[in-house]
């Protein structure tokens, strides 16, 4: 079951790619009518993403360390994000376990509130362990000075949807903030079909990207967020 999800989330393409989308007839208040395997989308209790009060954390001891390489790999346009993959990318350590990333996505606006707020844009870096559980590590976007990764990425985006173009190296780390301060939690896929049992881990500190960045990847991903979802009995840890 995890390698199938696992394959989701991983893919070009998804085999729900066209049933499932953003707008009023498909979007995040409908897809739980749309498949039955959607199911999750609606009743599931540790859905994500969420708004993270900083009033309402406890304190982790959890380390995070971030090891994140060089690579170039695939960009791929699937028609819900542009989405790119990697081998061999580095990774993460969290509660002393190692986590491979296996691809990162964008969305616009920002799916993860804090203190009740929206960010422009959100970046989702999907990690994996050598048991195929997932770790989301998100990152926020806010308009500021020009950011050169993006400008790589961009120059590559295909606007056609299922196109896919070979990428030159990239350095991951510098889609990072300096500060690696995060909140984390239990969540979900933000996407159909919602399958719970994923390690979120949203960093504290923003990115800057510039304007004309942040309109020219809106202008492909349009508005691709889903809404924060409860949070019920959930906690929150926060590390500084």
Same mark, same amino acid.
């Given at each position: 079951?995890?390698?199938?999800?696992?394959?989701?989330?991983?893919?070009?393409?998804?085999?729900?790619?066209?049933?499932?989308?953003?707008?009023?007839?498909? %979007?995040?208040?409908?897809?739980?009518?749309? @498949?039955?395997?959607?199911?999750?989308?609606?009743?599931?209790?540790?859905?994500? +993403?969420?708004?993270?009060?900083?009033?309402?954390?406890?304190? +982790?001891?959890?380390?995070?360390?971030?090891?994140?390489?060089?690579?170039?790999? &695939?960009?791929?346009?699937?028609?819900?994000?542009?989405?790119?993959?990697?081998?061999?990318?580095?990774?993460?350590?969290?509660?002393?376990?190692? =986590?491979?990333?296996?691809?990162?996505?964008?969305?616009?606006?920002?799916?993860?509130?804090?203190?009740?707020?929206? =960010?422009?844009?959100?970046?989702?870096?999907?990690?994996?362990?050598?048991?195929?559980?997932?770790?989301?590590?998100?990152?926020?976007?806010? $308009? %500021?000075?020009?950011?050169?990764?993006?400008?790589?990425?961009?120059?590559?985006?295909?606007? &056609?949807?299922?196109?896919?173009?070979?990428? &030159?190296?990239?350095?991951?780390?510098?889609?990072? #903030?300096?500060?690696? %301060?995060?909140?984390?939690?239990?969540?979900?896929?933000?996407? #159909?079909?919602?399958?719970?049992?994923?390690?979120?881990?949203?960093? $504290?500190?923003?990115?800057?990207?510039?304007? =004309?960045?942040?309109?020219?990847?809106?202008?492909?991903?349009? @508005?691709?967020?889903?809404?924060?979802? #409860?949070?019920?009995?959930?906690?929150?840890?926060?590390? #500084?």
């Amino acid at each position: 079951m995890k390698k199938f999800f696992l394959s989701l989330v991983c893919s070009v393409g998804s085999m729900y790619a066209a049933q499932w989308g953003y707008d009023k007839h498909n %979007g995040p208040d409908t897809w739980a009518k749309l @498949d039955s395997k959607f199911k999750l989308c609606n009743i599931g209790m540790k859905q994500s +993403s969420i708004n993270i009060e900083s009033n309402k954390t406890t304190e +982790s001891r959890n380390e995070l360390h971030l090891l994140h390489g060089t690579n170039s790999k &695939d960009i791929v346009n699937n028609g819900h994000t542009i989405m790119l993959q990697f081998n061999e990318a580095g990774g993460l350590v969290y509660q002393n376990k190692k =986590y491979n990333l296996v691809q990162l996505h964008f969305h616009t606006p920002s799916e993860t509130q804090i203190e009740g707020k929206f =960010y422009p844009m959100e970046m989702h870096m999907v990690h994996k362990d050598s048991e195929d559980n997932l770790l989301v590590l998100a990152v926020l976007f806010q $308009k %500021g000075q020009n950011n050169a990764v993006l400008n790589n990425i961009l120059s590559y985006a295909p606007m &056609d949807i299922g196109k896919v173009y070979q990428m &030159d190296m990239i350095y991951i780390s510098q889609l990072l #903030p300096k500060n690696h %301060g995060y909140y984390a939690f239990g969540g979900s896929l933000t996407t #159909p079909p919602c399958e719970e049992g994923v390690q979120w881990i949203v960093l $504290k500190e923003s990115v800057e990207a510039s304007q =004309y960045q942040l309109d020219a990847l809106h202008a492909i991903l349009k @508005d691709n967020a889903r809404g924060v979802q #409860p949070l019920n009995d959930r906690v929150i840890l926060s590390a #500084p």
